[in-house]
């Protein structure tokens, strides 16, 4: 099967990094100079996906407006000569054909995906979710994409986590099929200690068949009063084999405010204009903290 189309779900409040979310979408907070979403936009394209839904809600307007084109914008720009800008404004529009369609009330991220069901029709299909940065050397939606079109099935972006963390995220009952990929025999959201079956949990990558639209279509709410996906991928496993991929790369949480406060250092210090500048402040910074009077009193300014 050849995977042709990526669904983002944009559709969450962001409770998490309240206040800067009252009015700006969690997706369209910067990491260095790009917003999170042109970052997961650009990871689609570098698996040769072309075609995108974003599932946004009518508070998102943000995200729509950010891919379209400006025209006033990029005439200033070509006007006073600002190449690199100009060329920066226009890469975001031309990444792919971005289409998009709202999730009118929040039930949760399976019912934004069973959004998508027109627009991915009988395909498989990549998910991305819009607060999940990763940073690796290949892709991680191509490592997944590779892996399901090998074998016809869809695949899980998964990786270990800390028996403490378990809970947060879900369990999946695994066995091995080679080194890193795994067949996946059930999962359960954010599990009791008696109901964690491993520490994989899955981190915000997903390749999934259109045989889980007639599993979201009449699947019950579960955790939280919500239409968890976990939960349809759950039932998916006794009717088609699904996988997990242990992906490589790592994996930043967005969402919460350490998870994007690592990014963002993680980032500046892969970027090729300030990098240098962030490794000499770092330097300094921990210098102060550590000279002195042992860093009593002296925070970062």
């Known amino acids: 099967m050849k995977i042709k189309k990526a669904v983002i779900p944009a559709a969450g409040c962001g409770t998490r990094m309240l206040p800067a979310t009252k009015s700006v979408p969690k997706e369209m907070l910067p990491v260095t100079d790009k917003p999170i979403i042109q970052y997961n936009l650009e990871e689609i394209a570098a698996a040769g996906i072309e075609d995108i839904l974003i599932v946004t809600n009518r508070g998102k307007s943000a995200i729509e407006d950010y891919f379209d084109r400006i025209p006033e914008l990029e005439d200033?720009?070509?006007?006073?000569?600002?190449?690199?800008?100009?060329?920066?404004?226009?890469?975001?529009?031309?990444?792919?054909?971005?289409?998009?369609?709202?999730?009118?009330?929040?039930r949760g991220l399976?019912?934004?995906?069973?959004?998508?069901?027109?627009?991915?029709?009988d395909e498989p299909f990549a998910v991305l979710l819009g607060d999940d940065l990763m940073?690796?050397?290949?892709?991680?939606?191509?490592?997944?994409?590779?892996?399901a079109e090998d074998y016809g099935t869809s695949v899980l972006g998964v990786q270990r986590v800390p028996p403490e963390d378990i809970a947060r995220y879900c369990s999946l009952r695994v066995s091995p099929v080679r080194k890193g990929l795994y067949d996946v025999s059930a999962l359960v959201e954010k599990p009791k200690p008696e109901q964690v079956y491993s520490l994989f949990a899955i981190l915000g990558r997903y390749v999934l068949t259109p045989g889980i639209f007639p599993i979201l279509e009449s699947l019950p709410p579960g955790h939280g009063g919500e239409i968890q996906l976990t939960d349809a991928i759950n039932v998916l496993c006794g009717r088609e084999r699904v996988l997990a991929l242990d992906f490589k790369g790592r994996r930043y949480d967005t969402g919460s405010l350490s998870g994007y406060l690592e990014a963002q250092i993680d980032f500046a210090l892969n970027h090729p204009l300030v990098g240098g500048w962030m490794r000499a402040y770092i330097k300094e910074k921990a210098e102060t903290l550590m000279g002195g009077n042992g860093g009593a009193n002296t925070l970062p300014g």
């Not at 200033?76 to 800008?85: C, D, V």
């Not at 399976?110 to 029709?121: I, L, N, P, Q, T």
């Not at 290949?138 to 892996?147: D, E, F, G, I, S």
Request: charged fraction near 20%.
């Open 110 to 121: 399976g019912h934004a995906v069973w959004c998508a069901r027109s627009f991915v029709g």
């Open 135 to 147: 940073r690796s050397q290949t892709p991680v939606t191509a490592q997944l994409v590779a892996v």
């Open 76 to 106: 200033t720009l070509s006007r006073q000569g600002k190449i690199r800008e100009l060329s920066l404004v226009r890469e975001a529009s031309q990444l792919a054909r971005v289409h998009y369609v709202r999730q009118q009330e929040a």
